[in-house]
C-alpha cells in the first residue's frame, strides 16, 4: 500500500466533505478544524454518497438514514434509523491513513 495524491490543501475547506479517487476506490475527504480524513465514500447501511452527509465533530453522518461514523476509527457511532425502526449498518466505515506534504493531501490506500 502506497501514499497517492488526491488533493491540494487548497481544495478542500475546514467543515467540507470532497469525493477523491485513490488507488481506483472511490472515496471521500473529509477536514475538521485542519485534520484530514479519508474513507470509503458509500454509506455502510445501504450505500447512499457520504459526500452528501454532515459533518459531526469528527463524525460523518449519512443524510439517509442518520447512521453516524467516525472518520478516525471507522466505527459506528449511531445505528441507522427510519422513522421507528432501528436498523443495522452492516460493517464499519474504511477509513484510510491520510497526511500532508507541503501543500499535497496523500491518501494510502
Ligand atoms: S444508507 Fe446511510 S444510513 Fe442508510
Redesign the pocket.
Known sequence: MDYVRVASVKDISPGQIVPIEAGGQKLLLAQVDGQYYAAQRK??????N?CR?KLEGGSVV??????KFDLATGKIDRD???LFIN?K?KTDLAVYPVKVEDEDILVRV
Open positions: 454509506c455502510p447501511h445501504l450505500g447512499f457520504l452527509g449519512c443524510v439517509l438514514h442518520k447512521a441507522p434509523k427510519l436498523m449498518a
